[in-house]
């Protein structure tokens, strides 16, 4: 294990900040998806809106990393992580406290600013103390970790559905954010000290995300992130429509069914992280591709041949899952092996490829097909096939051939 700093946690610490850190997200999205079709008749508005209200929230949460990642290698990672989860609060609050269209888009955007933290920082905070296999084998810790709230969000939602409304399940967003702020306060420990710190000025940034965005060891795995994560969350934007809406599932049986997705990514969790130090990022990704390939035909093909069928949908949401498994945690540590002196800009830029990647997945799913089947089935085979084609442009060695230092 390699330690750039002296290292403040352990690995286990870090693992399990990290991964409730960065559970905001998805937690945020799988929480209200049971609830879409309701807000959507509550409101007295269209399918349309309601996914802008997914679109909006991926917009603000894909740009405001921009801004967190700097600011963080500035000030430090728990004073940002804090002010950022105090947003997320605001806007969970707006939500709930609201009943209109207005106020739910505001603070969705609210809430995608505050989450923007938690995946730059638990990337950053991996990246200050861990390097190499470590970092890989953290990274996927964190991932398994992720898991435990989009795994428990659909049902739970699901259970406050049945003794409340939707405004309780802001409510509940709101006292996880509170909680995240308790965390960084108390159980975490600062692991970017004082001595590395980059100032925060407007020039620096441009930069540091100029030099990270001019590195072909730091784009290919970024965009192979933007484009596998594109379509997990092109997905997730369209499943409650087609098990719901076409399909015909009860919110309960659509809590139950996201089950398979939930348990394929731990069981890839599982075995990735089992795997992790025995055989290279090169081979993880690679694999990877192969699952994700598999996930991309099922989606061209499963829903056509078996349309109405429930396994034919969730078969290919079970492939993509366990190809995330995969691939995430390897071409994160490639991107930012060798940007430790900027961990925190290089976290959020490799977060905005990501969340950028979502918001693009899911606004074409919502917008770019007249059906959420022909949506499925067209879009998820393309941006399976493009996430191998850029893989495979060149070999991702996780490795820069010049380490770039940071702008002071």
């Avoid at 925060?200 to 930069?207: E, G, P």
């Avoid at 879009?379 to 702008?407: C, D, K």
């Amino acid at each position: 294990m390699n330690a750039p700093n002296p290292t403040p946690m352990s690995a286990r610490r870090t693992a399990l900040i990290g991964g409730l850190l960065v559970a905001a997200g998805p937690l945020s999205i799988s929480l209200y998806g049971p609830a879409l079709p309701t807000i959507v008749s509550e409101l007295g508005t269209t399918d349309a809106i309601g996914k802008l209200s997914l679109a909006v929230y991926f917009a603000a949460f894909a740009l405001a990393q921009l801004v967190c990642g700097p600011l963080s290698d500035s000030l430090g990672r728990r004073k940002v992580a804090s002010l950022f989860f105090g947003l997320y609060v605001a806007g969970s609050v707006v939500v709930a406290l609201g009943g209109s269209v207005e106020t739910l888009l505001a603070g969705r955007v609210l809430q995608g600013i505050g989450v923007s933290v938690g995946v730059a920082l638990s990337r950053a905070m991996v990246r200050d103390q861990f390097t190499g296999a470590e970092s890989i084998r953290i990274l996927t810790l964190i991932n398994l970790i992720l898991t435990v709230a989009p795994a428990i969000a659909p049902t739970l939602g699901s259970a406050i559905l049945l003794v409340g409304n939707w405004h309780l399940l802001f409510f509940v967003m709101a006292a996880y954010g509170l909680g995240m702020i308790a965390l960084v306060s108390w159980v975490a420990r600062e692991t970017h000290p004082v001595a590395a710190r980059v100032p925060f000025r407007l020039s620096t940034i441009v930069q540091n995300y100029r030099k990270l965005l001019g590195a072909p060891a730091f784009m290919l795995p970024a965009l192979v992130l933007a484009l596998s994560f594109g379509g997990f969350y092109g997905f997730a934007a369209l499943l409650p429509f087609i098990l719901i809406d076409e399909i015909g599932l009860s919110t309960f049986q659509f809590a139950m069914v996201m089950l398979i997705q939930t348990g394929a990514f731990i069981a890839g969790n599982v075995l990735a992280g089992h795997v992790a130090s025995r055989f290279s990022g090169v081979v993880m990704v690679r694999v990877g591709l192969v699952l994700i390939g598999l996930a991309g035909l099922g989606f061209a093909l499963g829903p056509r041949l078996f349309p109405g069928d429930v396994l034919a949908v969730m078969v290919p949401v079970a492939f993509w899952m366990l190809s995330l498994a995969f691939i995430g945690p390897s071409t994160t540590a490639a991107a930012m092996s060798d940007f430790g002196g900027i961990a925190g800009s290089a976290g959020a830029l490799t977060g905005v490829f990501q969340v950028g990647g979502g918001f693009v997945g899911s606004t074409l799913a919502s917008v770019g097909f007249a059906t959420a089947s022909s949506a499925l089935t067209v879009l998820m085979p393309i941006m399976a096939g493009l996430t191998i084609v850029v893989a495979s442009a060149r070999r991702m060695s996780g490795r820069a051939r010049t380490p770039v230092p940071p702008e002071t």
